[in-house]
């Protein structure tokens, strides 16, 4: 009985992961419309990050691959991004941690399973665990004009923070 409780927690933990993902990738969408940009960016890392969420089981061997080449593109995109400033690095290491996390998944038999080489995942760990509790600062202490890009400063904040810890998520899952 215990196993199956732990089975259904984990299930339960994925799906919840994806649909975090899923509406903060649909948000990002939402403020890409006719812009693209960093937001455009944040919603492919959002949709991709529910996607590798699915719980398929074995059902899945096509999507790490496909993965990895959807965040290849957007580390790409980060890249030119850059040339707007170095604000945008952000982007580039999420890409990349993404790539990382669907080479891994593939070689090393999935989302825990060991999967991964410790010290680049320990990196991103503090790197992501840094940037969600600045994350959370920055959106207690949040207040001001609206963006020109239409969405209130905070739920901005908040969809990146989400992100933030779906990557945390994910990161702790290897």
Known sequence: MHGSAASLSAALSSWLLVLLCAV???????????????????????????????????????????????????????????????????????SLAMVYMSAATVSGGGHGHGAGLPLLTGSLLLYYAGYVVLGGTRLLTAGGPVPAHGGSTELVRACRLAMGMGMLAMLLSM
């Open 24 to 94: 903060s990738g649909a948000y990002c969408l939402r403020r890409a419309h006719g812009r693209g940009g960093a937001a455009a960016g944040e919603a492919v890392m959002g949709f991709g990050m529910a996607l590798m969420a699915v719980p398929l089981g074995d059902g899945g061997a096509w999507r790490q691959p496909v993965l990895g080449v959807v965040f290849c593109a957007a580390a790409l995109h980060a890249v030119w991004l850059l040339r707007g400033g170095a604000h945008h690095a952000h982007h580039l290491v999420g």
